[in-house]
């Protein structure tokens, strides 16, 4: 899918140049910039040991939390703050199949525009509730939890 992208771009400077040697020059400059752009909105991060890639948009969708801040800031801070493997990617140190699992929910609402408040992010498996909503607190997703209610007795009754 990139190659077919580049060499689209490529093919229309090549077709707008009339000077040849200008075409190589501008068919280098429009492709580098053009795949620069598109391997910077792609993030590969580590994730307890497993190399996950997301794009830069789908991790900052829902705004203010950690998660956001962590990849907005990941350019411009290269600190300490942000804990890296030793590849440089950002390391975060959760179970991957509970981060994939939230991540594919987070990739839904982006891919279908919705930013209700009232989405919840419910874990894969009522067995592991519990660790995933400890991911979801320190991604600062602690709000889009899947909630539980009980009646008077403390009984569940209800999964929302």
Known sequence: MWMFLLAKVNSAVLM???????????????????????????????????????????LTY????????????????????????????????????LFKHALEQIRRWKNRANRSADQEIKPPSWNVKKEFDEMLRALGLGKYRQKL????????????
């Not at 209610?149 to 929302?160: C, K, Q, V, W």
């Open 62 to 97: 829902i705004p203010n939390t950690i998660l956001a801040s962590i990849v907005k800031h990941d350019n411009i801070n290269q600190s300490n703050s942000i804990e890296r493997d030793n590849d440089g990617r950002i390391f975060l140190d959760f179970t991957p199949i």
């Open 16 to 58: 707008s140049s009339s000077d040849p040697s200008s075409q190589l020059q501008e068919e280098t400059i429009t492709g580098n910039i053009f795949f620069a752009k598109k391997r910077n909105k792609v993030l590969h991060l580590n994730v307890g040991g497993e190399l996950i890639y997301a794009t830069r948009e789908t």
């Open 149 to 160: 209610i009980y009646d008077s007795e403390e009984l569940l009754i209800a999964r929302t």
